[in-house]
């Protein structure tokens, strides 16, 4: 089955730090790329970061810009979201997705919260 | 960067009639466009890639239609379990803001 299964939310105090991990299982992960997408509390999807299937490339948006780093290790078929900086307005529920050209499989989601 | 406008923002419809949702965008995306599904607590679901093909398990009764800057996703006869959050995604990675589809 594929399964993409993300973990490492909680909660942080502004101007911390959290990483995020999304295990990924069921497919040849080296061969895809892969995005983090949030969603606020009550608010829409909105795209974080992209990483190309060797990490070669990878876009941010600038929401987030020179505060996360997305990165990947293939050979633990695992996909990673260093947060740093963090802010209130960055609490959401993170997803990792799968990209096609469109994101066709979706982890579960970690709740990050970001509050003193 | 792409915006991409969907409306209604709400649409209140009951079982068994017949929705169609718009998504707009502020430059041609071609046909690269995507629409989820997302109910509460979950996970969004691809429904549609590439304007009009349906993804793996969709049901025939949604589907998929325009090119360009103007798409719609339209859904048959809706189903109780239909109601939910519709959002549009451009291959750019840019959401729209979403359709809360609810029953009326």
């Known amino acids: 089955e594929v399964q993409l299964v993300e973990s490492g939310g909680g909660l942080v105090q502004p101007g911390g730090s959290l990483r995020l991990s999304c295990a990924a299982s069921?497919?040849?992960?080296?061969?895809?790329?892969m995005n983090w997408v949030r969603q606020a509390p009550g608010k829409g999807l909105e795209w974080v970061s992209y990483?190309?299937?060797?990490?070669?490339?990878?876009y941010y948006a600038d929401s987030v810009k020179g505060r996360f780093t997305i990165s990947r290790d293939n050979a633990k078929n695992s996909l990673y979201l260093q947060m740093n900086s963090l802010r209130a307005e960055d609490t959401a529920v993170y997803y990792c997705?799968?990209?096609?050209?469109?994101?066709?499989?979706w982890g579960k989601g970690t709740t990050v919260t970001v509050s003193s | 960067e792409i915006v991409l406008t969907q409306s209604p923002a709400t649409l209140s419809l009951s079982p068994g009639e017949r929705a169609t949702l718009s998504c707009r965008a502020s430059q041609s995306v071609s046909s690269y466009l995507a629409w989820y599904q997302q109910k509460p607590g979950q996970a969004p679901r691809l429904l549609i890639y590439?304007?009009?093909n349906r993804a793996t398990g969709i049901p025939a009764r949604f589907s998929g239609s325009g090119s360009g800057t103007d798409f719609t996703l339209t859904i048959s006869s809706l189903e109780p379990e239909d109601f939910a959050v519709y959002y549009c995604?451009?291959?750019?990675?840019?959401f729209g803001q979403g359709t809360r589809l609810e029953i009326k």
């Open positions: 997705a799968r990209e096609l050209g469109y994101m066709d499989v």
């Open positions: 069921g497919f040849t992960f080296s061969s895809y790329e």
């Open positions: 590439d304007a009009s």
């Open positions: 995604q451009s291959s750019s990675g840019t």
């Open positions: 990483i190309s299937s060797s990490g070669s490339t990878i």
